[in-house]
């Protein structure tokens, strides 16, 4: 198949060339099996200790190869978004591979059926939403000041712009008919007491549509 030769090649260049240009990675196999650990977590919340257990390596080399994979393009981290108000929010960030293809070619779904319906449908989907959105601000020649939510009650949003001290949330969902249930989250950034705007919902559904009076269905195509 065209696309596992290409990503084959593309990883094969990619350690050879311009991961040993940077570092000295040691062994290639257990590189190629850390890029497979990091594929596999896209849009969560990196934990490095999980990660150094299942590429068998240790913390250290862990966070010094996900730094060589950040520097290089091939991953982004997203901060959470946290102020002093509350002291209840996650400070971890989140990990987002930045290609799709690629993560999907490491994570083994062959085709767009088999991903549709796996266990990673939703990750990639997310993964994709925030790449396109960087991409979208990156050609322009801006970075957003974008972030996530996450606090210790479990809620959680996405996505959060700032933009002249005001918060617009975002959720993403792999979905053509998102409820109300979607956004139950956003009302947990009012404890950060700042400004909020319109809201988003970006899914499946075809066209822009209001979701209530403060949040909008959004079409991934549209991105």
Do not use: H
């Not at 009650?153 to 002249?164: G, L, M, P, S, V």
Request: charged share 25%; glycine share 4%; hydrophobic share 40%.
């Amino acid at each position: 198949m065209f696309r596992d030769l290409f990503y084959s090649s593309y990883i094969q260049t990619y350690i050879e060339r311009d991961v040993k240009d940077i570092t000295k990675i040691g062994s290639e196999l257990r590189f190629f099996n850390f890029l497979k650990t990091i594929a596999a977590r896209t849009g969560q919340l990196i934990n490095y200790a999980d990660i150094a257990r299942d590429a068998d390596i240790d913390v250290k080399t862990a966070k010094i190869w996900a730094s060589i994979l950040e520097t290089s393009g091939i991953i982004k981290f997203l901060q959470p978004y946290y102020n002093n108000i509350t002291k209840r929010i996650i400070k971890t960030s989140k990990i987002y591979f930045l290609d799709t293809g690629l993560c999907s070619y490491l994570t083994g779904w062959d085709s767009p059926k088999t991903l549709e319906s796996g266990a990673m449908s939703g990750a990639i989907f997310e993964t994709y939403v925030f790449a396109e959105i960087l991409k979208s601000y990156w050609n322009n020649g801006k970075n957003p000041n974008i972030y996530f939510y996450r606090d210790k009650d479990q809620r959680e949003i996405d996505f959060i712009f700032e933009y002249n001290g005001t918060l617009y949330p975002v959720e993403v969902k792999k979905t053509a008919t998102p409820s109300l249930s979607s956004i139950k989250s956003f009302s947990a950034i009012e404890s950060l007491k700042k400004p909020i705007g319109e809201g988003a919902v970006i899914c499946l559904y075809k066209e822009l549509f209001p979701l209530n009076k403060n949040v909008n269905l959004i079409p991934v195509n549209s991105l």
